[in-house]
């Protein structure tokens, strides 16, 4: 578990945990937030395993969002009792704002259900 949280919150590959998923660390960067490298630039994982693979990808992020939704309705609902247009505008506003976090997150979960850390290929930066 401490493997995927460390690689799904640094952006680091699943495999090795060396080399970056995404070509630029910050996901509010709107021009690059969206680009991967094809493989590992440490190990060589090759993280598109056919095409289309991203797609499962909209699953988890759905499944974040589901979550975050029941999260903030729990929370108004017992804590905050805002109305529901107040309410509303909350959640679209955090939608809007945690979007691009979402897309990277939810593709890094995503890799990290197929690629298991690899002690072997951690070792790539010694190599080199
Ligand atoms: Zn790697």
């Known amino acids: 578990m401490k493997d ?6 640094k952006n680091k590959c699943p495999s090795c945990h060396k080399g970056n998923v995404f070509i630029s660390n910050n ?3 709107l021009k690059e937030f969206d680009k991967m490298h094809q493989t590992c ?3 060589g994982e090759k993280y ?5 693979y991203f797609y499962g990808a909209m699953y988890v992020s759905y499944g974040l969002m589901v979550g975050w939704f029941v999260i903030t309705w729990t929370a108004n ?5 805002a109305d529901i247009i107040n309410y509303l505008i909350f ?3 955090t939608i809007v704002l945690f ?3 979402t ?3 939810s593709r890094l979960i995503w890799l990290n259900f197929f690629i298991k850390f690899d002690t072997e290929k951690s070792k790539c930066l010694e190599e080199k």
Do not use: Q
């Not at 609902?77 to 009792?81: R, S, W």
């Open 27 to 29: 996901p509010y960067n």
């Open 41 to 43: 630039t440490c190990c």
């Open 91 to 93: 959640l679209i506003a």
């Open 48 to 52: 598109e395993k056919e095409p289309g």
């Open 99 to 101: 979007m691009t976090l």
């Open 103 to 105: 897309f990277r997150i």
């Open 77 to 81: 609902a017992f804590l905050f009792n």
């Open 4 to 9: 995927i949280l460390y690689s799904v919150f």
